[in-house]
Every structure is written in C-alpha cells, then in structure tokens.
C-alpha cells in the first residue's frame, strides 16, 4: 500500500504530466455538499443481500484505521479531489456493500476478471471489491445455464435502474453475431448486452476488448469484434482500458460513482481522466535516459543491463496514455517497464496492429493519434523537446546523477 501511496504523491509532484484540477474554491465546496448529502442518504440504506461489512472485515485483516484512511487519501489524490474529500472516499468505500454490480464476460480472455481476483494481500484494494454486492459474473458464479440466466433476470428486475453494469470482453458483430453466444437460450453476445444494458445506472467497459475491441479486433477481424460504445448509445459509459486494466482504476470508478451518482470526468476516448490524463513517458523512471539519448539498442546488450531507455526496442510509452507508471500493477510492485519490456499502448485504440511489435513508431509508417513521439530518436536533443519536458527531463537527469554520486560515495 505504501508503494501506491508514494505513486499517487508522484503523481502531483509531476508538473509535466498534471491535469488542471483547480476549479476554484465554490465548485469543490458545492461537490462536496453535493457528495455528503448522497453519502448520508446511502448510510440509511442496508447493505445488499447481507454483504460483508467493510469495517469487520478490515478488522478481522489485522488493518487499522489509520492505514485505511492513508489508503483513502491516495485514493482521493489518484481521483483528483482536495485532500478535504478524504473522509467522504472513506464513508464511500464504506458503503461499497450498497453497490450492485453486473458483471458480463463476452468475448475476451478474461484477463481483467483475473486482475479483479489476484491475491497477493489481502490489502484494501482486493477488501473493497470483495464486499461489493456482485449480483452476476458469468466467469466467477457457481450456477449455470437457465439457473444462471434466472439470477441475472432477478439481480435485473431487483436492481433496476441502480445496478452498475461492467462489461468485459468485445462484441462479435459478423454474421449477425453468431460467433458469439450466450446463455441456455444461445443469445448472442450483441443482444446480450443490450438487453442488461437497458436498465443500467452506467456502463463500465473493462479492458481493451471491451473498450475498443482489443486483440478479438485486430486485422483482419473476421468475428468483426467491435467495443461497448460502437454498440451502446445513449447511456453513461466508462471506459476502463489495458489489458488487462488496472484494478486500482476499477475502484476509483466505483468510489467516484458512490460519492457523486455521477461518471467522472472524461476524455475523448470515455476514459476517465484520473486514470489516463498522463502519457506513460512523462512518468516513467527512465525518462531521463530518453532525455540523455541512451537506448537499448538490442536485448541483453549493456544499455539492458543499465535499464536505459527502452524507446528502439518498441516502447510505446510517449504515445499512450494511462497511470501505470504511477499507479503499477500488484499493489505497486512493477509494471512491464520495470522489469524491462517496454510498453505496447494497450490502453490505446487498434493497439495490437499499431503498437505490439518490437520497432519504434518512427520506423512502422504509422502516425501516432495521441501526438506521440514520432520522430526517430536519433533526432532527439533537449532543443526539440518542450518547455516542461525540459524541466521533467533535466530534474529526472539530476536525480540520475545525484544516484550515481552516492554510489561512488559509497
């Protein structure tokens, strides 16, 4: 959990990779009225089918108080709210037993059902989704075809208009959607999800897949694999992408939507901009080898061994988009830079025909749609790069050298 603590301050003390979040003194003083007067009233509430209560189960963990609220601070830094919001993230992950939540497994490896389920702890993030009120998952639950059709049908009837539906995996679209079928009454996955849409609060679509149809639509697409939003319109939609999407990122969803009945805010692509506000390169711990013009030229030569910068070997960190570099995977403990495999730009659109090879971007002919780093890296000089990644670049050296003094020092 420190480790996450210590990204989330990373995250603000970055001038390069910051999202504007002042919006003045009068906007957060509304939210917040706003956000206390929906917790309160969800306190009157009871928790859903008996579910655990969060407080005894941290309890029981051996976590105390302190440590939850520490959890609850880094969680309100990671949504970008003032530190004042602490207490109502607190009471919101609280109250995560009155959330119900759908969960439908379409087409997809079920990547991200197994980052939601790793066990290394347990810690807060894995004790705070195991007590929401999880109505359905079509991978996770013991019955099958018309008893698990009925349990949906119920948590559907129940819940309606309230349930927060997830949806992971894309949607197979060809030949009218045959290559996807659901259920004892073989509904296509298409149909599906329209249906248990319908009576949704919201939509969150999980991982690449679901987002923006991920490997299932790579070229050349013969099921014709398609995201959540190619197929649903008209509804509050999240998306969540990575493959698979970091379960930190599903939490502060969820945590958000508690506090203000309401998605956070979003970009261009529906993703949540406390999660994907940041290019990867802006906070990578090898930036400053970037900045430097030291590469990896082939794998295991001595710039591997130095952890230099892993841009000529496919790194595809300066054009995508996502806090995995702060957040991590794991509780914190790495991510694929960290252990010396550069980035594939999964959380970006057309991801496994664009990004997924082992070439810089300026090699591919491919033009980055996030305004990446194009240019061959040859190229590159502190001239070129901007004003603020001057500053980022030139702290980051700094720090590199300052590393390397206490090494001889020692």
């Known amino acids: 959990m420190s480790d996450k603590i210590e ?80 207490p109502l993230v607190a009471d919101a992950a609280l109250l995560m037993n009155r959330a119900p939540v759908i969960w439908l497994e379409l087409s997809d490896c079920a990547g991200n059902s197994e980052a939601l389920l790793r066990s290394d702890g347990p810690k807060i993030d894995e004790i705070v989704l195991d007590v929401i009120s999880l109505e359905f998952h079509e991978t996770l639950q013991a019955t099958a075809g018309h008893q698990a059709e009925k349990q949906l049908e119920d948590a559907m009837e129940h819940f309606k208009d309230k349930y927060l539906l997830f949806v992971e995996g894309a949607i197979p679209m060809a030949n009218n959607g045959s290559f996807g079928t659901i259920g004892a009454s073989g509904e296509t996955m298409h149909d599906h999800l329209v249906r248990v849409s319908k009576h949704a609060a919201a939509i969150v679509a999980v991982g690449s897949c679901a987002t923006f149809g991920g490997v299932p639509a790579a070229s050349p697409n013969p099921t014709g ?74 794998w295991g030569d001595e710039g591997a061994k130095n952890n230099f910068c892993l841009y000529k070997v ?24 960290g252990v010396g495999r550069g980035c594939i730009g999964c ?63 020692e």
């Not at 496919?314 to 830079?337: A, D, L």
């Not at 980022?392 to 390397?404: L, V």
Request: glycine share 10%; proline share 5%; net charge neutral.
């Open 7 to 86: 990204g989330v301050k990373k995250l603000f003390t970055s001038k390069s990779a910051r999202v504007e979040t002042n919006k003045g003194d009068a906007y957060y003083e509304q939210l917040f009225k706003k956000c206390h007067e929906r917790i309160e009233s969800l306190k009157t509430n009871q928790p859903i089918n008996n579910r655990l209560d969060i407080g005894d189960v941290l309890e029981t963990h051996g976590i105390e108080r302190r440590d939850f609220l520490k959890w609850a601070s880094a969680v309100t830094g990671m949504l970008m709210l003032p530190s004042s919001f602490t």
């Open 225 to 298: 694999a398609v995201g959540v939003m190619d197929v649903i319109k008209g509804k509050p939609l999240i998306n969540i992408p990575a493959c698979p999407a970091n379960p930190a990122n599903m939490v502060g969803v969820i945590i958000h939507y508690i506090l203000t009945g309401q998605v956070p805010e979003l970009d261009s692509l529906l993703r949540p901009k406390f999660a994907f506000g940041y290019r990867i390169h802006d906070n990578c711990e090898r930036r400053a080898h970037f900045d430097a013009g030291e590469f990896v030229e082939e």
């Open 314 to 337: 496919g790194c595809k960190g300066p054009m995508t988009f996502n806090n995995c570099s702060i957040i991590r995977y794991n509780e914190g403990v790495n991510w694929p830079v």
């Open 347 to 409: 959380s970006e659109p057309d991801f496994w025909d664009k990004y997924a090879y082992e070439r810089p971007m300026a090699d591919a002919n491919i033009k980055a749609p996030t305004g990446g780093v194009e240019k061959t890296v040859d190229e590159f000089g502190l001239g070129l790069l901007t004003a603020a990644g001057i500053g980022i670049g030139i702290h980051a050296a700094a720090s590199m050298a300052a590393g390397k003094k206490e090494e001889v020092g």
